[in-house]
């Protein structure tokens, strides 16, 4: 019993890992979570989304559809094409909020997008973004054939999900001082406008 539980830790830590390894580095999705976090709108519901969403892709990965990406390649194309155009859309939106500017934590009379409408973004951002697909259905789902135990390395990287959204969502209000300013939102929303843009510029030129 103690070989197997050494053996189930061992494969949650490393699911843990790589699943924070892999998620924490900037992008598109991480950008609107961080805005949202900011803006404390919907924090919870975004978080989750993402978070569980997160784990469909990983449970699939483990699962074995991996595959998908090699049986039928216009599946990844046709993400790339979508994720591209939509990346391109929201960036030009962001760019046109850090030129046009006035955006604060407390827009007066501004009212805040619904709930609906905050998830279909963060839904396009997720689920049409490629990179979220290799990072969790392909990379994940490859590492966890190396792992006797691969549910706990699953569960080990969905944890990993959930911690870093959630810290990220909720944390983001820790900026908040700073972003009192017009002018921090003009500044965030333009280096939100260059992520969105340098990853479709990614998804068209190097697939």
């Not at 950008?31 to 919870?44: D, I, P, S």
């Not at 194309?77 to 955006?103: C, H, K, N, Q, T």
């Not at 080990?156 to 990220?168: K, N, T």
Request: aromatic share 12%; proline share 3%; glycine share 12%.
């Amino acid at each position: 019993m103690g070989a197997i539980g050494a053996a189930s830790t061992g494969a949650y830590l490393a699911g843990l890992g790589t699943g924070l390894s892999l998620i924490v580095a900037i992008g598109a999705q991480n950008a609107f979570v961080l805005k949202q976090g900011l803006l404390r709108q919907h924090v919870f519901w975004v978080c989750l989304f993402c978070a569980v969403s997160d784990a469909v892709l990983i449970a699939a990965g483990v699962a074995g559809a991996g595959a998908i990406a090699e049986r039928a390649p216009w599946f990844l194309a046709a993400m790339r094409w979508g994720g591209a155009a939509f990346l391109i859309w929201y960036g030009a939106r962001s760019a046109r909020a850090a030129w046009r500017g006035g955006e604060t934590l407390r827009a007066a009379g501004a009212a805040p997008p619904s709930l609906a409408a905050t998830l279909a973004t963060i839904a396009a951002l997720t689920w049409l973004n490629p990179h979220v697909w290799l990072d969790t259905v392909v990379l994940l789902g490859a590492v966890s054939s190396t792992w006797a135990d691969r549910l706990s390395f699953a569960l080990g990287a969905m944890s990993g999900s959930f911690l870093f959204f959630f810290a990220l969502g909720y944390g983001a209000r820790l900026l908040a001082p700073v972003f009192a300013r017009p002018l921090a939102w003009r500044v965030l929303d333009g280096l939100v406008a260059l992520v969105m843009w340098s990853i479709a510029a990614a998804l068209i030129f190097r697939g």
